[in-house]
């Protein structure tokens, strides 16, 4: 049985690679890969997928306001993810900080994994008579 924890590694910008050269951009590419696939050996990676530039926003009552969303324009965009299943936060930090696309500008964000929705719980917490309905 782990007690590992799962974390998201959430990849921004979507700039980093105009800057390089071809060359540059193969040799990096490579070290992305080699450390993709080190963190699949090592068991530390559950699933990962490149994220394409376009989508959707969906927002308002309903769902009622569907606009393309904004993601080819923005410097912060979310390019792909990893879910780590890791010892702890420390350790997906580290895992992180290994990011070959960082020395180039990109960006990536940590985050932990609930286990159930935080909402849902401050609700059940908050009215323990729900927890049995």
């Given at each position: 049985m782990s007690n590992n924890t799962d974390?998201?590694?959430?990849?921004?910008?979507?700039?980093w690679q105009k800057r390089l050269s071809p060359e540059e951009l193969e040799k990096t590419l490579?070290?992305?890969?080699?450390?993709?696939?080190?963190?699949?050996?090592?068991?530390?990676?559950?699933?990962a997928n490149p994220l394409y530039g376009e989508g959707k926003?969906?927002?308002?009552?309903?769902g009622r306001v569907v606009v393309d969303g904004p993601f080819a324009e923005s410097k912060e965009?979310?390019?792909?993810?990893?879910?780590?299943s890791v010892a702890d936060e420390a350790?997906?930090?580290?895992?992180?900080?290994?990011?070959?696309?960082l020395e180039h500008g990109c960006v990536v964000e940590v985050r932990p994994v609930a286990p159930e929705c935080p909402l849902a719980h401050s609700l059940r917490t908050?009215?323990?008579?729900?927890?049995?309905?």
């Open positions: 974390y998201l590694l959430l990849f921004r910008g979507n700039e490579g070290r992305f890969m080699g450390w993709f696939e080190e963190l699949k050996e090592e068991g530390k990676l559950k699933g926003l969906v927002s308002g009552a309903n965009a979310i390019g792909g993810y990893f879910l780590l350790e997906a930090v580290a895992i992180a900080q290994r990011c070959p696309t908050a009215t323990p008579e729900l927890a049995h309905a």
